[in-house]
């Protein structure tokens, strides 16, 4: 039960927001928190988003939705940026909630204005605001344009029984200058989909570092660094199981599908099935299991590869495509006894270099198809 002074005051706020929009249930214009938290938390069962500018410095706080809301997004969503700022908000947008229904209509969009912050650097570089973070529990998002992001896109995060639908990441401006952008980075959710999707992006297209039941299907990545499973280790959750990744075109990235786990760290990874992809162009490894991983060190394994990640359950079949000239089409790098059970088929991947990147190491246990080609 509300107090009188807390109800006097979300009556004013609602006052407010019919002063600025005529429609009690629309934002647009300038973002105002306040008078869009009064709108949330009003009878409103949707909550229309047409143009709208975030000022610098701002988050859209789309967190602790009511539940059975649905948000619409028909316009230009704009986020400014002040280049001479050294502080960033960690998330441009945050949204949080239950049985909630996040959809677009055409020509909408979300502009990260990412070209204030490109700089071709990573951690020594400016302060990068990540994009989405998503809290989200049987929930259903769909039909959202994504462009010029800063950094991490999609930061998929404690969620459940979530479903992402035709999302269109356009971060093709930031070629050459952007970095670390994934674009769906999962991390202990599980009971995901996301279907039906284009990324274009300077990292990782799809990658999970913990959960389980996660599938990633039906899409195109463009640009970074294709499909991944981790890094794993060094992180609060380092567990990884049942992820599928199927029917996926990966055009002029770094690497097809790889599996990366951080030299001497702990964790799982099993259960992985891997299908029907289509590999074009890929100028590192169509595929690549590497157990040495540190971030600053580059594509290519140097180092000596660790066994206190396990990587086992691991499906590869019907991979198709072509690598670069000075590619490799495998490079399977695991440390003593780390990985087991592996059942690879039909891997037609051709090009490449004659001579190799990289030698195959510790080939796995009990394992069936898997060549180093």
Not at 142 to 169: C, D, G, Y
Request: net charge positive.
């Amino acid at each position: 039960m509300l107090s009188k002074h807390q109800a006097f005051y979300i009556f004013m706020l609602l006052e407010c927001a019919l002063a600025k929009f005529p429609d009690p249930c629309s934002i647009f214009e300038i973002y105002d928190a306040r008078v869009t938290r009064a709108i949330l938390k009003s009878k409103c069962t949707t909550v229309t988003f047409g143009n709208l500018k975030v000022p610098a410095g701002k988050q859209l706080d789309l967190r602790d939705l009511p539940e059975g809301m649905t948000l619409k997004f028909t316009g230009k969503i704009v986020f400014e940026c002040n280049a001479r700022s050294k502080k960033a908000v960690d998330y441009l947008v945050s949204i949080e909630g239950k049985n909630v229904h996040i959809t677009g209509t055409r020509g909408n969009s979300f502009d990260g204005n990412g070209a204030c912050y490109w700089d071709k650097k990573k951690k020594n570089g400016k302060m990068k605001p990540k994009f989405f973070l998503f809290h989200l529990v049987d929930s259903h998002v769909e039909n959202l344009n994504v462009l010029n992001a800063p950094a991490h896109i999609f930061m998929i995060s404690n969620s459940q029984k979530t479903i992402f639908n035709n999302i269109r990441i356009d971060n093709s401006a930031g070629d050459g200058l952007a970095s670390n952008t994934d674009g769906f980075h999962l991390t202990q959710s599980t009971n995901i989909m996301i279907r039906n999707c284009y990324v274009h992006n300077q990292d990782d297209c799809f990658t999970v570092t913990s959960g389980n039941n996660i599938t990633f299907t039906q899409s195109t990545c463009l640009g970074g660094n294709g499909a991944s499973i981790g890094s794993i280790g060094l992180k609060r959750a380092n567990d990884v199981d049942d992820v599928t990744i199927s029917y996926i075109t990966i055009t002029d990235s770094l690497n097809g599908f790889r599996i990366k786990t951080i030299q001497y760290a702990k964790g799982t990874v099993s259960n992985i099935k891997v299908s029907d992809l289509i590999l074009n162009n890929i100028s590192g490894f169509g595929i690549l299991v590497r157990q040495d991983y540190l971030n600053a060190q580059g594509n290519v394994p140097s180092r000596t590869p660790t066994n206190r990640v396990t990587i086992t359950g691991l499906i590869i079949k019907n991979v198709e495509g072509y690598v670069a000239e000075k590619a490799q089409r495998v490079l399977v790098y695991c440390g003593v006894g780390s990985c087991s059970n592996w059942r690879w088929s039909n891997i037609n991947i051709q090009g490449g270099s004659k001579e190799r990147l990289a030698k195959c190491l510790n080939l796995p246990t009990g394992s069936t198809g898997v060549k180093c080609i």
